[in-house]
Nanobody
Framework: QVQLVESGGGLVQPGDSLRLSCAAS???????TGWFRQAPGKEREFVAT????????LYADSVKGRFTISRDNAKNTVYLQMNTLKPEDTAVYYC??????????????????????WGQGTQVTVSS
């Protein structure tokens, strides 16, 4: 089993930055890791994902150029640097891990159904 814990959320003003962290613990496995978000009354949506190798990333169009996903496998942690935040970025942000075999270390997916493990979420509120 793998446990994921998100941190770093909070209340910020438009234009500010935040860095979310997703720390993994438990069984050692190779995973691509994604960030998703869900705003009140809306469906959960894909934000960004990064391969185990770190060599492949994928972003939603709504965050491209503003958000950067990265990982430190030595620390079992994935980060989401969020810059130039907008009110429409307000949501609960979840990280998720998709277990991949050793020959797919560059694999990424934007589809939530492929993710095996989920964190509990961290709230991000962007408001003036």
């Amino acid at each position: 089993q793998v446990q994921l814990v998100e941190s770093g959320g909070g209340l910020v003003q438009p234009g500010d930055s935040l860095r979310l962290s997703c720390a993994a613990s438990g069984r050692t496995i190779t995973v691509d890791t994604g960030w998703f978000r869900q705003a009140p009354g809306k469906e959960r949506e894909f934000v960004a994902t990064i391969s185990w190798s770190g060599g492949t990333t994928l972003y939603a169009d709504s965050v491209k150029g503003r958000f950067t996903i990265s990982r430190d496998n030595a620390k079992n942690t994935v980060y989401l640097q969020m810059n130039t935040l907008k009110p429409e970025d307000t949501a609960v942000y979840y990280c998720a891990a998709d277990e991949v075999p050793s020959d797919k270390l560059d694999y990424v997916t934007r589809w939530s159904a492929e993710y095996d493990y989920w964190g509990q979420g961290t709230q991000v509120t962007v408001s003036s």
